[in-house]
């Protein structure tokens, strides 16, 4: 679906974050590894989301749909059923890495990820290497790519130090630790998303954290109670650059999740002098069951470049996009330095992003590890390429609102991946 975004003359109104899409993964696939059903409120209805309540029902699980509300009667943590066929987890990324930790844990049981065209351009071989050392049997074409087969097995705690921050790598290490003998640990150079720790401790698993490290311990089963998930706060970004960027916008958005380890763009837009008011979680060393909400006030403003730093990225690393196109209508330079992992998002999100806004009239270059911008004020317009990922596809149409002759956006229909009401409410704000 192709879809024209024309200059928007100002953006105002109330709209509530659609549900985080990291944490409905987590709660559907916790859901499926509980002894008791759990509850879920506001579940994200997307595309990728759905193919984490596809999987698990594959794997077992029984699952009720009633609105926006998800009951999952889970299999238990050692119970997964071996599908007959592959589990397809579609375009979902974070499906595709975190899955694994629990399989792996399946005594005799064999199971096959696969997914779509991205998903087997995109490597596993960062879950495998921790898998393998705690006993799994793991094999992936060429060594690193899906389809993925995991073969369960009797596993062994680790103590692990990812090369890289990455939540994703992270969590399905921590998903392993819980059926394997003794305490599993992962170390983290940098803090990242912490969603895994949060609902783990809720569900009564023995965890803590300790400075930059993360340390689980064999657990008999999982309990939770009903949880409300929060809004998301990747996918308010979009609605938060357009209130910035269009003149004379104000907008309330409402009902947006604020862990600190999820607010790192908004922490850049409030450096680049953006203006967004909200109570945003302060950085803490403690590990707390709860996801702070908070409701947030955006306003447009001029805004100033800024340097982002390689510590920045593992907190903003799907909103770097945005954060070009900010560069773009700031004063001064942007550079971003340190996110060479957008190169293996759904897209490699540093050329998507270079090119797709240099066809929009911006100066902006690509480095090995992220991108320089020179802010001119603006953008011309003209036509950019989502090529399938959906976070390019809500950055084409934003650019358009706040350009000088507006944005067709190819491949616009890619947005339902994460936000499926993103259209209805730029609409509804314009």
Known sequence: MNMRFEPAHALSGTV????????????ALLGAMSSEPLRIERYLHAADTTSTLEAVQALGAL???????????????????EPEGTIDVG????????LPGWLAAQ????????????????????????LEQMGADLRARDGRFAPLEVHGAHLRAISYELEVPSAQVKSCVLFAGLAADGATTVGEPTRSRDHTERLLLRAGVAIHRNGRHVTVVNTDELALEPISVPGDPSSAAFLIAAGVLVPGSRLLISDVGVNWTRVGF???????????????????????RDEPVSDLDVAHGALEGTVVEGEEVPLAIDELP???LLGCFAEGETLVRGAQELRVKETDRIAGVVDGLRGLGAEIEATPDGFVVQGTGGLRGGTIDAQGDHRM??????????????????????????????????????
């Not at 549900?19 to 993964?25: F, L």
């Not at 749909?65 to 997964?80: D, I, P, Q, T």
């Not at 067709?408 to 209805?424: D, T």
Request: contains cysteine.
């Open 16 to 27: 509530r974050a659609p549900a985080d899409k990291s944490i409905s993964h987590r709660v």
């Open 63 to 81: 699952v009720e749909v009633n609105g926006e509300n998800v009951v999952v009667r889970g299999s238990g943590l050692r119970e997964a059923r």
């Open 91 to 98: 375009n979902a990324g974070t499906l595709m890495r975190l």
């Open 107 to 130: 005594e005799g049981r064999s199971f096959t990820l696969d997914g779509d065209e991205s998903i087997r351009r995109r490597p596993v071989d960062r879950i495998a290497a921790p």
């Open 266 to 288: 908004l922490r850049i837009l409030r450096r680049m002098r953006g203006i967004v008011l909200g109570d945003l979680e302060d950085e803490s060393g403690e590990l707390t």
């Open 322 to 324: 945005l954060v070009a």
């Open 393 to 430: 596809a809500m950055v084409g149409a934003v650019a358009g609102l706040a350009s000088k002759e507006g944005v067709e956006v190819i491949g616009m229909g890619a947005a339902a991946v994460s936000y499926p009401g993103f259209i209805e409410d730029v609409q509804r704000l314009c």
